[in-house]
């Protein structure tokens, strides 16, 4: 076994889903691994790993000092990560400004590598010449919806920073599936929603998938292999809806939707579903901005990944087997309507 290296590193956000992962892997590679966690945060997932948990707020200038004493790598995966908030205005405060102070008190505290977790969200979407990839110009004002727009602002204030010099790189995940989803994410919920019959029929999109572990791993490389100032997706397979859903379905036993949704009738139950949300304060099942999005495939370019930090993905099929079989082993899933339903 190869020695732990002995860089004190600073992540934030372990306890989501791809910072856990980040912070497991980190725990095999780093022998001082310290996580900032709010004190409200669930740390339950952290305590078989050997890691040091420091109580404080991305929002909170005086909680970074103090978590940052000593540090000289950071992983800034913490994100609000929502296509929908009752307040648009935490999301900002979450993305924009708790990436703005880290910034700051990670230069004051003299870190010498800053991985910042970004989102595939930022990167432009296909145009008809070729792919899109870190390199091809997008602007704010295509950002659709709060969260986009907020994590391209976040992405700008780091690519800012590292223009001055500070030794910044960032990574552009694409959708990451796996174990251990237990908010969960927007996209696991449409594998929840989907095997808990909720999703009868699909829309004409896609995007990239690939597994959280792998995303976890190209964190790693992006540290130790990424040139300053730039990004590098990570993803694996450019997937339709349909196609992704035909795995989940496969993995589960069931059947696979059959049905296509004109988008224009999932744009109109999304507004409607919206609107009758605002009115009594829940949360939609089908948030506006994530129907929005739909009307793009997100598929991207990832090579440069490949080329420059030597990012192998593993196989998308597996992670999405994952994915099912924990969703199922943690209550998410209703098993009885799993079995009703015909084998594909």
Aim: proline share 5%.
């Amino acid at each position: 076994m190869a020695a732990l290296e002995p860089i004190t590193t600073l992540i934030t956000g372990a306890a989501g889903f791809l910072g856990w992962h980040v912070t497991r892997l980190l725990a095999r590679h780093v022998e001082s691994v310290r996580v900032l966690v709010r004190p409200t945060s669930q740390v339950r997932a952290m305590e078989s790993l050997n890691v040091d948990c420091v109580y404080g707020d991305l929002r909170d200038k005086a909680s970074l000092a103090n978590a940052l004493e000593g540090v000289r790598q950071v992983f800034h995966v913490a994100a609000d990560y929502r296509l929908w908030a009752k307040n648009p205005d935490e999301i900002y405060e979450n993305n924009v400004v708790g990436t703005r102070n880290l910034l700051a008190a990670s230069r004051e505290a003299g870190v010498e590598r800053f991985v910042y977790t970004s989102s595939v969200a930022t990167i432009a979407v296909p145009s008809g010449d070729g792919l899109p990839d870190e390199g091809t110009p997008t602007r704010l004002d295509q950002m659709i919806g709060h969260y986009k727009r907020s994590k391209f602002m976040a992405e700008q204030e780091v690519m800012e920073a590292a223009a001055k010099g500070f030794p910044a790189v960032v990574v552009n995940p694409t959708t990451p599936v796996g174990a251990g989803d237990w908010k969960p994410t927007p996209t696991g919920r449409i594998i929840v929603d989907f095997l808990n019959g909720r999703i009868p029929a699909y829309v004409d999109t896609g995007f990239n998938v690939v597994a959280v572990e792998d995303v976890a791993e190209g964190h790693w490389l992006a540290a130790k292999h990424g040139r300053i100032g730039e990004r590098y997706i990570l993803g694996e397979r450019n997937m339709t809806l349909k196609d992704f859903l035909g795995l989940v379905a496969a993995k589960a036993g069931c059947a696979a939707p059959r049905m296509r949704l004109p988008y224009a009738v999932a744009l109109a139950a999304g507004y409607t579903e919206n609107f009758i949300c605002s009115m009594i304060g829940r949360e939609p099942r089908i948030p506006l901005e994530g129907v929005r999005m739909a009307k793009h495939k997100m598929f991207v370019d990832g090579s440069r990944a490949i080329r420059e930090l030597g990012f192998r993905p593993t196989g998308i099929e597996a992670a999405i087997g994952r994915a099912v079989d924990w969703y199922m082993e943690n209550g998410y899933v209703v098993r009885s309507r799993l079995r009703s339903l015909d084998v594909a």
